[in-house]
């Protein structure tokens, strides 16, 4: 497995659509080793949260997403999933603005986040690396990370959706916030 080079804010392929994986293709050699490198340079990388397939150059609807609970998010459940041709079918509720990054917005401490208004309840429907079709509900964080990487295979940026421009921070800026949150929870 190889670790992919990522693609940065004002590389046109992010602003590009993503084409549909054809359901036949799911199983080849080509869209397997895909999903196999983009998880190992999540991991490998501890690159946060979700990838893409635009961000490492690949103009193709595939989304991988491996949740691990870190020092400032400790309580969260690890999680694994792996989107392909993912559509958003229903938003449930109102949205509410959590902050956000996104890998391709600059090497790890030298980006930056903002707060994005995203739906605490989605219904989503996509086919897995096996070529399974899901229609399913996800919620809280596992929700917000999914409209962040589904915005990537239509060329939406999380800065897009940005309303409070207020909202902007630097990565060790965030940290410390998150840091004195976590804090106040002891
Ligand atoms: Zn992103």
């Known amino acids: 497995m190889k670790v992919l080079t990522r693609t940065q804010f ?3 392929i992010l602003r590009k659509v ?3 994986v054809p359901v036949a293709e ?6 397997q080793e895909l999903i196999a490198n983009m998880r190992h340079t999540l991991l490998e990388k501890k690159l946060g949260i979700g990838l893409a397939a635009p961000q490492v150059g690949v103009s193709k609807a595939v989304v991988v997403i491996a949740i691990r609970p870190l020092a400032h998010r400790h309580k969260v459940e690890p999680f694994d999933l792996t989107l392909i041709n993912p559509e958003i079918t229903e938003c449930i509720g109102r949205r509410t603005a959590m ?15 903002a707060k994005v208004p995203r739906y605490k309840k989605i219904k989503v429907r996509y086919y897995d690396e096996t070529g399974k079709q899901h229609h399913q509900i996800y919620e809280g964080f596992r929700a917000q990370i ?5 915005d990537h ?10 309303k409070d421009t207020t909202s902007y921070l630097t990565y060790a800026e965030y940290m410390k916030r998150a840091r004195k949150m976590l804090a106040k929870q002891k």
């Open 153 to 162: 295979l239509s060329g939406i940026l999380f800065v897009d959706r940005v």
């Open 99 to 113: 902050y956000e990054g996104c890998i391709s917005g600059g090497p790890g401490k030298a980006s930056f986040l």
């Open 18 to 20: 993503a084409e549909p």
């Open 26 to 31: 799911i199983s080849s050699k080509e869209i």
């Open 10 to 12: 004002g590389n046109p």
């Open 146 to 150: 999914i409209q962040h990487e589904v």
